[in-house]
């Protein structure tokens, strides 16, 4: 069975109007997170929620709504809802994965985690003007309600459609940053693609590099957060697609500096850790993730952010993406069974070699000498398997660190 809701984004203060820069930028698979209070969904909504089944389908379509004449940093309107005048766009799909009701004083809260899909093909804005028209009716949009069932066949047309996702982003840029918006002086990028390349076995030969997706969730504190899994010293490639609104002239669009930082540090594979936004086309990043010594898994976090520019004047606003992104990361088994062979292959050598007795003069004619040369070639062997097992181990020893970086 397939539900479908529409869920409304408004960003009346600042702590919410980075959701929509988030939910653009984010690739498809990410989770998201969204909280309600019961008093602003349907009470048929609120049945849906409570006896919320994860085996049925629930299709979700995140709607920017804004009064046209709403000024960023007024605060949030009167409870009374929006007239059908007002913007009101598609930003992105998704389905509910998870709902967590949390009771309290003040009723119940829903915490709802959305795993994001496509963007949807609606550059024209006939299906959300369908899709709006009965809520507007009935009065079930903000200010007064956010999250509704609709019945309306086009969101199921939305998420069967099968165009461009780089045509269907730039439309969504261009419908939210007209003159009315509140975004329109904003920078607007995405995630299209990440690759993991892993550090090759021998040095100096290929990559093996792969696309990557975040496979698996886990809840940080009242928050769902998705998290790749990776293996220790591989290098992340993240695609990101710049779009500038089309009514925008290249004369007061705002180029802003791109952050990017991580945790544990780690060294950036770009000449500087921030870069200056593009008004289109696309900017490939690289993340290092650092070494482990432990066989366990270990966390790791980075940040892409879109810096706020000196003309921005509400400086509490962000005005572009800000995304946090987590992985998890261990040595992969393979590699370290080679290191730790390498390790005692390399004792063993040097303890042949030390122990041994030879002569370069005399005739051999007591005892077991061994030949120099096979001392010295021991003591080389050993030397080469002690570099190639903390090759493997870290990078600290990085034979093509150069080559890598």
Not at 48 to 67: A, C, G, K, T
Not at 235 to 241: A, G, R
Not at 280 to 300: I, K, N, Y
Request: a negative charge; proline letters at 5%.
């Amino acid at each position: 069975m397939t539900k479908n809701f529409v869920i409304f984004d408004t960003c009346a203060q600042p702590e919410y109007y980075d959701d929509v820069h988030k939910i653009l930028a984010l690739p498809a698979g990410h989770t998201v997170t969204y909280d309600y209070r019961s008093s602003q969904v349907t009470d048929e909504v609120q049945n849906d929620l409570d006896d919320f089944n994860p085996s049925e389908n629930h299709q979700v379509v995140l709607v920017y709504v804004q009064d046209p004449g709403y000024v960023k940093g007024t605060g949030v309107n009167s409870g009374e809802p929006l007239p059908n005048t007002c913007i009101q766009l598609i930003t992105r799909l998704a389905t509910i994965e998870k709902v967590r009701p949390l009771a309290n004083e003040d009723g119940t809260r829903y915490f709802i985690d959305l795993k994001l899909a496509s963007y949807p093909a609606d550059r024209e804005g006939a299906h959300v003007r369908r899709i709006l028209q009965p809520l507007f009716a009935s009065g079930d949009v903000p200010f007064r309600k956010y999250i509704v069932r609709s019945r309306d066949t086009s969101i199921n047309d939305l998420f069967n459609a099968n165009g461009s996702q780089e045509r269907a982003f730039s439309s969504v840029i261009d419908q939210l940053s007209t003159d009315e918006s509140q975004f329109m002086m904003d920078t607007f990028w995405r995630i299209t693609r990440v690759r993991a390349r892993s550090k090759p076995m021998i040095p100096f030969l290929g990559y093996d590099t792969v696309e990557t997706e975040p496979h698996s969730t886990e809840i940080v504190g009242d928050r769902t957060q998705s998290y790749f899994e990776l293996v220790d010293q591989s290098t992340l490639l993240i695609d990101l697609q710049f779009h500038r609104a089309k009514d925008m002239d290249s004369i007061n669009y705002r180029s802003r500096y791109v952050a990017i930082e991580s945790s544990p540090k780690s060294p950036i594979e770009i000449p500087l850790s921030r870069f200056r936004s593009r008004a289109f086309g696309q900017e490939t990043v690289a993340v290092r993730v650092p070494s482990t010594t432990s066989l366990s898994d270990q966390d790791f976090l980075f940040q892409i952010a879109t810096e706020n520019h000196e003309k921005d004047d509400q400086k509490d606003y962000v005005y572009g993406p800000q995304l946090t992104l987590a992985a998890k990361y261990k040595k992969p088994l393979g590699r370290v069974c080679v290191s730790l062979t390498m390790i005692f292959l390399a004792s063993s050598l040097f303890a042949i070699a030390a122990f041994s007795s030879s002569t370069s003069t005399a005739p051999l004619t007591e005892g077991f000498l061994v030949p120099l040369p096979c001392r010295i070639a021991a003591i080389l062997t050993g030397v080469i398997c002690t570099v190639y097992g903390f090759y493997l181990w870290s990078d600290d020893i990085a034979l093509d660190k150069i080559r890598r970086t």
